[in-house]
């Protein structure tokens, strides 16, 4: 090797050897950076701190404050209908189709169907026991009858309807 060589490559390994050092600097600099920094905090738990630690009600006062009540009053009326099952409904028909004709139509999981051989032995407990156990649910030898038909969107009202709706068409 020539002279000129030698030193090119004496200054590469060099620059080589600066370039390692700079990088494990960095290295160690954003790992002591990182130690530092609080971590990121879970947005849900940011939610849920939030909705546990907002305010139950509010201060209405004077006219505005008349305004803002009835609003929110209204928007609390909303959202209260908006959570009852099938729009508020009180036709057994509409329930039972949307949601225990799941079952009762082919007999799943041990329900009666609407025949007098299959609702005949509960029919004979009485409606008071038939409401209790459809907005409480049961479980019995020959199956599992959930709370509220599984939706506990609904009233007890709208059970007892559903129901009285469900022995007026036994066939």
Known sequence: MRNYDLE???????????????????IVGSL?????LPPEENPARVRATEQRIAPVGA?????????QQAAAAAAAAAKAASQVAYGGTTDG??????????CHTAGVGGAPTLTAAGMGARAAK????????????????AGFM?????NPALTEEQVKVTVDWMLANVK
């Open 8 to 26: 090119f490559l004496k200054k590469f390994s060099m620059v080589i050897g600066f370039l390692v050092l700079v990088t494990l600097g960095l």
């Open 32 to 36: 002591m950076l990182h130690k530092r």
């Open 59 to 67: 201060v209405y006062a004077g006219q505005t404050g008349a305004a």
């Open 93 to 102: 028909s509409v329930i039972y189709n949307n949601l225990c004709g799941g």
């Open 126 to 141: 009485g409606t008071e026991t038939l409401y209790k156990h459809a907005i409480e649910g049961f479980q019995g030898a």
């Open 146 to 150: 959930p709370p509220k038909g599984g």
